[in-house]
């Protein structure tokens, strides 16, 4: 039975690629000879420095800090008015909630922008918590970190808890920690990154989610 439900942000929760690839040309703007670099969606996703090394391979250390540098400030101020739910997603965490099952989200972003974006969209209140690489001072954490982390704080009874994200990272992630995992097709990553990964479920929207969230409660 699924007792707690761990979700990513990015490309499964909100869509915010178009917000996120903006603030990056403005950052690489700062690098004259990336001031025009291409940027796709399907970058989007990990942390900051292993997208502009995907972005830009072979960018220097020093540009990569200027490039972080300026996407901050731009991010930090940004009003997310392109950064919008997935279709169905408030409707999958409200049911969800009201069975019972605990909700939980962790995220690459920094703690300020996620919560402006949680508030933006008026989902904060779904989430029993919210786990951020910085949420512990002077720590960085990692996707295989974070979910340990909700595991160990929270108590969560691993083979009742899943994981749901569109990159097959997150879903490693979950397997070394003993938990089950959902990838979804409506985000950054493509199909074949997502069946190799080998989650137990692979979902094309969140009414596929709600239904096999359904049917795995009942067994």
């Not at 996620?114 to 918590?129: A, C, G, P």
């Amino acid at each position: 039975m699924i007792k707690n439900v761990i979700f990513d942000l990015d490309g499964t929760v909100v869509d915010s690629a178009d917000d996120i690839i903006e603030c990056l040309k403005h950052s690489y703007s700062f690098v004259p000879e990336y001031k025009d670099v291409t940027i796709e969606r399907k970058v989007i996703g990990p942390p900051l420095v292993e997208m502009i090394k995907t972005i830009t391979p072979g960018i220097k250390e020093d540009q990569i800090k200027m490039v972080i540098e300026e996407y901050r400030k731009c991010y930090d101020l940004c009003d997310f008015s392109r950064t919008l739910l997935f279709p169905g997603v408030r409707e999958l965490l409200h049911s969800l909630c009201s069975v019972g099952i605990k909700v939980f989200l962790i995220t690459n972003k920094p703690i300020f922008p996620t919560y402006r974006i949680l508030e933006k969209v008026s989902i904060h209140h779904f989430f029993t918590d919210i786990v951020t690489p910085d949420i512990k001072q002077g720590e960085s954490m990692n996707k295989k970190e974070m979910v340990k982390y909700l595991i160990e704080k929270w108590k969560l009874e691993k083979e009742g808890t899943l994981f749901i994200s569109d990159r097959a990272s997150d879903i490693h992630a979950a397997h070394e920690n003993g938990v089950a995992a959902i990838g979804v097709l409506y985000g950054y990553s493509n199909r074949d990154e997502i069946v190799e990964s080998q989650p137990e479920y692979i979902c094309n929207n969140a009414t596929e989610i709600k239904e096999i969230v359904r049917r795995w409660e009942n067994e």
